[in-house]
C-alpha cells in the first residue's frame, strides 16, 4: 500500500517536473493556502502557480470565491491565519492593511521577483505591500450597428454626446432604453457617483481629513451627470449588477453600456450571444463628463499579498509560488482574459477600452482606510434621489450625515 | 388511537399534575431547558447590548505615499501598531453610552428635533422623518407586518375549512399542494417570483406588452414592490396558519356542532359561533408567530433585490455586519436590541390576551 502511494507520487511528480524545474518555488514542504475572488484572471494565476510549486509544498490549497472582502478579515486575523495569501484589489488591501494583516513583501521580491515590473509593485510608505498583475476599469461599450442605423457618427466620447446618440436611438423606435449601466443599490450605486463625481473634478474628502466633501458643486454635476443617462437606461437599472448588465447586452437589449473592462473577454466570446451583437461591439475609453478631460471611470488592479500571522517559510513559499506564475508565457496563453500588467503585454480588442481609459488620465480608486464608509452612505444614500424623491442638494446632505455617523463609530472623526 | 393515548394521560399531566407538582420538581423538570436558553438566548442578548454601548477607538491615522501601475499619490494610512496599542488597552473599544441608540441610524434624536424646528407643517415633517432610514424601514415592516398577519390568518382559516370539508380521498393531496409554498426555501421561492417579475421575465414583459409601456416595471415602482413583497408574504406563511387550524378543526366537538345544526344556526353561523372561537387558542398562537416572523422580514427583500423601495431592521444589521473593512458592531448591536424591543412591544397585546384568557378558565 506504502509502495504504491509513493510510486503514484513519483509518477504525478515526474509529469508535473517541466514546469516544477521552470520555477523556483522557494522553500519546500510549506503551507501554501491562496484565497481569492472567482474570475477568470484570478483563476489563472492561482492556477499557475498551483501547477508550478504544488508538487514543492506540502499543503497547496486554492478557494476561489464570491464576496470574499466581507470575509477576509476575520481569515487572516488568528493566528496563524487561514490562508497565506488573499488575492486583493486597491479597496480590499486598504481594509487589510486597517487591520495590520498583511506583510511587508520587499525581500521576497529581491529574491523571486526579478521578472516583475516596478510598476506592478504597490509599494505604500515605503514598502512593497502587494504585486498586482491585472488591471480593470468601467469603460463604454457600443454597437456600431444599432449607432449607424439611427445616424450617429462614431463612438461617443462624452457624456453629452452618449445621451444625443441614445436619443436618436429611442427617436429612431429602435430601443426605448438604449443604455445599461450598474446602478444596483449599494456598492454600484455608490461606485456610479465616483465615476462621475471624478469625471466632474471632485474629491470626496477634504485634503488631509477624513470630513466629506461630497456635498459640493462637483458632486451636484456628477448626479446631474447620472440623472441624464439614466433617462435612457433600462426601467429595472436600480436592481441591475454586472450580471445583469452582461446579459441584458449579450440579449441586443442595449446599444451603449457602463461595465466593467473584465467582462469584455466574456462579453466578445462566442457563448451567451448572437453574432450580430458580438462582431459589432466595440469597448473604448469612458465618457468625459462636464467638459472635463477626465474619463468617468476609476482605475483598479489586482495583485496578490501575504498574511502577516503565518510562518516566514510558509510566507516566502506562498510568495515564490504566487509570482512564479506571473510571466509573459501565461500571458500569451490567456491574453484576453484580463489586462495584464505583465511586461510585455499587448492590448486585444476586450483591453482596448480599459487601456484607453488608463491612457486618457481616469483616476485610480482611491485607498483610504475610510473610503468603505464614504462608499457605503453614497450607496444607500443617493438611492432617493434616483428615484426622483428628493433633490440633489438633500441627497448629497444625507450621504455627508450618514457617513459622519458610521465614520464616528469607527473612531475616523470626532 | 388518540383516546388511547391523550385519554388517560391528560387526568395526570393537566390537572393534578401541574397543580401538584413541587417546586422542587418543577425546577429538576425545566433546569437543562432553563441552562440552554441562559446559555444560547438570554447571555448572547445580554453580550449583545454591552457590544451596543461600546464604539470603536479613536484610529490613529498617518500620511504616506502609496505608488501602484497608476502613480503615485500622497494618501492616510491607519498607523496600525498606535491603533493596536489603543485596542489593547480597551479591548471593547470606547464607552459610548445610549448615544448610538440615539444617533442618526437609529433613533435619531437630534435629527428630529431639527425637522421639528423647520418644518412648516404636517406633511413636510412627516417628509422629514421619512429622510431617515430607521423610521423608513420601519414604516414599510410595520406595514408589511400588519397587512400580511391579519391576511394569513383569514385564508389560512378558509383554506383549512376548504380542505376539512373535501372528500377523504383528496384531502392527502390537497394537503400537501397547499403545503408547497412552505416547502420551498424563502430565498429560492423569492428569487424565482423576482425573476418572473423582472422587466425581462415572463409577468413583467407580459405586463408591459397588455399595457403598452415599455417604462412600466414592478422593480422601479416602490407601491409595487411595496404590494409584491406582501403578496409573496402571504403566499409564502399561508401553510403555516393553514396547517395549525387544519390540525385544530379535527378537534371540534362534533357533539356542539350537531347541536348548532338542531338549534337551525346555518353553516356560516356555526363556524363564526362555533368553530373560530374553538380555535381562538390557536389563532392567537399563529398570530404571536407572524408577528414575530413578519417584524424580522429580510429574505424576500434580498432576493427581490427591493433595497431601493423597501429596508427593514433586519437588512440593516446584515449590512452594518458586512462593512468589510469596518463593520459597525454597535450600530448592528443597537439595531438588534431594538428589534427585539419592537417584537416586545408588538407581542404585548397577545400575550395580555392570552394571560387574561388564561386566568379566566383557570378561576
Known amino acids: ?414 | 388511537m388518540k383516546g388511547a393515548l391523550g385519554g388517560p394521560l391528560q387526568p395526570i399531566g393537566f390537572h393534578d399534575g401541574a397543580h401538584a407538582m413541587k417546586h422542587r420538581t418543577f425546577f429538576w423538570f425545566i433546569l437543562p431547558t432553563l441552562s440552554a436558553m441562559i446559555l444560547f438566548i438570554a447571555l448572547p442578548i445580554v453580550s449583545v447590548f454591552i457590544q451596543s454601548l461600546f464604539v470603536q477607538h479613536e484610529q490613529v491615522l498617518v500620511v504616506s505615499e502609496s505608488c501602484g501601475p497608476f502613480g503615485c499619490v500622497e494618501e492616510t494610512q491607519v498607523d496600525t501598531e498606535a491603533t493596536a496599542k489603543l485596542r489593547e488597552e480597551q479591548p471593547l473599544g470606547r464607552f459610548n453610552g445610549l448615544a448610538t441608540y440615539f444617533d442618526r441610524s437609529h433613533l435619531a434624536s437630534a435629527e428630529i428635533a431639527e425637522v421639528w424646528h423647520a418644518s412648516t407643517g404636517l406633511s413636510s415633517f412627516i417628509d422629514g422623518i421619512m429622510d431617515l432610514k430607521f423610521y423608513k424601514a420601519l414604516v414599510f415592516t410595520l406595514t408589511y407586518t400588519f397587512v400580511v398577519t391579519p391576511l394569513v390568518l383569514i385564508f389560512g382559516l378558509a383554506v383549512a375549512v376548504g380542505v376539512n370539508n373535501l372528500p377523504k380521498a383528496f384531502r392527502g393531496v390537497a394537503i400537501f399542494i397547499s403545503l408547497l409554498p412552505f416547502l420551498v426555501a424563502t430565498i429560492v421561492g423569492s428569487m424565482i417570483l423576482s425573476w418572473m417579475v423582472d422587466g425581462e421575465g415572463i409577468i413583467g414583459a407580459t405586463l408591459q406588452n397588455i399595457f403598452n409601456d415599455p417604462s412600466l416595471s414592478i422593480k422601479a415602482s416602490t407601491p409595487l414592490m411595496w404590494i409584491m413583497l406582501m403578496v409573496y408574504g402571504v403566499w409564502h406563511t399561508l401553510p403555516f396558519a393553514f396547517i395549525t387550524f387544519y390540525a385544530g378543526l379535527q378537534t371540534v366537538p362534533k357533539d356542539t356542532l350537531e347541536a348548532a345544526r338542531v338549534d337551525g344556526a346555518n353553516k356560516w353561523q356555526t363556524m363564526i359561533n362555533v368553530v373560530v372561537p374553538h380555535l381562538m387558542p390557536l389563532v392567537s398562537f399563529v398570530t404571536l408567530m407572524l408577528l414575530m416572523d413578519n417584524f424580522r422580514v429580510f429574505e424576500p427583500l434580498v432576493s427581490f433585490q427591493a433595497e431601493a423601495h423597501a429596508q427593514s431592521l433586519s437588512t440593516f444589521i446584515v449590512s452594518d455586519l458586512r462593512e468589510a473593512g469596518n463593520p459597525l458592531y454597535a450600530s448592528a448591536s443597537a439595531t438588534s436590541m431594538l428589534t427585539i424591543l419592537g417584537v416586545v412591544i408588538l407581542l404585548t397585546p397577545v400575550l395580555i390576551r392570552t394571560w387574561r384568557d388564561f386566568n379566566a378558565k383557570a378561576h
Open chain 1, 1 to 414: 500500500m506504502f509502495l504504491k502511494k509513493a510510486a503514484l507520487a513519483g509518477a504525478v511528480a515526474s509529469l508535473m517536473g517541466s514546469a516544477a524545474f521552470a520555477a523556483d518555488c522557494g522553500p519546500s514542504g510549506k503551507s501554501v493556502r491562496i484565497l481569492g475572488s472567482d474570475f477568470p484572471a484570478i483563476q489563472v494565476v492561482a492556477g499557475a502557480a498551483e501547477a508550478n510549486c504544488a508538487a514543492n509544498a506540502g499543503e497547496f490549497t486554492i478557494n476561489l470565491r464570491d464576496n470574499t472582502r466581507d470575509m477576509m478579515n476575520q481569515a487572516l486575523t488568528p493566528n496563524p491565519a487561514e490562508y497565506t495569501s488573499v488575492i486583493v484589489a486597491n479597496s480590499t488591501l486598504t481594509q487589510l492593511m486597517n487591520d495590520g494583516l498583511v506583510r511587508p513583501l520587499d525581500e521576497y521580491v529581491a529574491k523571486y521577483g526579478q521578472h516583475l515590473k516596478p510598476s506592478q509593485l504597490i509599494t505604500i510608505g515605503g514598502n512593497v505591500m502587494a504585486v498586482a498583475f491585472m488591471a480593470n476599469s468601467q469603460h463604454l461599450y457600443s454597437r456600431t450597428d444599432v449607432l449607424e442605423q439611427a445616424g450617429v457618427e462614431g463612438i461617443p466620447a462624452t457624456v453629452e454626446e452618449v445621451v444625443a446618440a441614445a436619443e436618436k436611438i429611442r427617436a429612431a423606435g429602435i430601443m426605448e432604453h438604449p443604455i445599461v449601466m450598474n446602478m444596483k443599490v449599494g456598492w454600484n450605486v455608490g461606485e456610479i457617483f465616483n465615476l462621475f463625481f471624478f469625471a466632474n473634478g471632485g474629491e470626496l474628502f477634504k485634503p488631509g481629513s477624513a470630513e466629506p466633501n461630497v456635498n459640493s458643486p462637483e458632486g451636484i454635476a456628477a448626479l446631474g451627470t447620472i440623472k441624464s443617462l439614466l433617462e435612457y437606461a433600462h426601467p429595472d437599472h436600480l436592481s441591475h449588477a454586472s450580471n445583469e448588465t452582461q446579459g441584458l447586452w449579450e440579449a441586443g437589449k442595449a446599444a451603449m453600456a457602463i461595465m466593467w473592462g473584465s467582462r469584455g473577454g466574456a462579453v466578445l466570446d462566442d457563448e451567451g450571444s448572437s453574432d450580430e451583437v458580438t462582431s459589432n461591439t466595440v469597448l473604448s475609453a469612458a465618457p468625459t463628463a462636464g467638459g472635463g478631460s477626465t474619463p468617468a471611470a476609476t482605475l483598479w488592479w489586482d495583485g496578490v499579498t501575504v498574511a502577516k500571522n503565518i510562518p516566514d517559510e510558509d510566507a516566502e513559499a506562498t510568495f515564490a509560488a504566487l509570482v512564479s506564475g506571473l510571466t509573459p508565457d501565461l500571458m500569451e496563453e490567456h491574453n484576453d482574459k484580463a489586462i495584464w500588467l505583465i511586461e510585455g503585454f499587448q492590448p486585444g480588442p476586450a483591453a482596448a477600452g480599459v487601456s484607453a481609459t488608463a491612457a486618457a488620465g481616469a483616476k485610480p480608486y482611491p485607498m483610504i482606510p475610510f473610503i468603505n464608509l464614504m462608499h457605503n452612505a453614497l450607496g444607500s444614500e443617493l438611492v432617493d434621489f434616483y428615484k426622483g424623491d428628493e433633490s440633489a442638494e438633500d441627497a448629497l446632505a444625507d450621504v455627508e450625515a450618514a457617513y459622519r455617523t458610521s465614520a464616528k463609530e469607527a473612531g475616523f472623526l470626532q
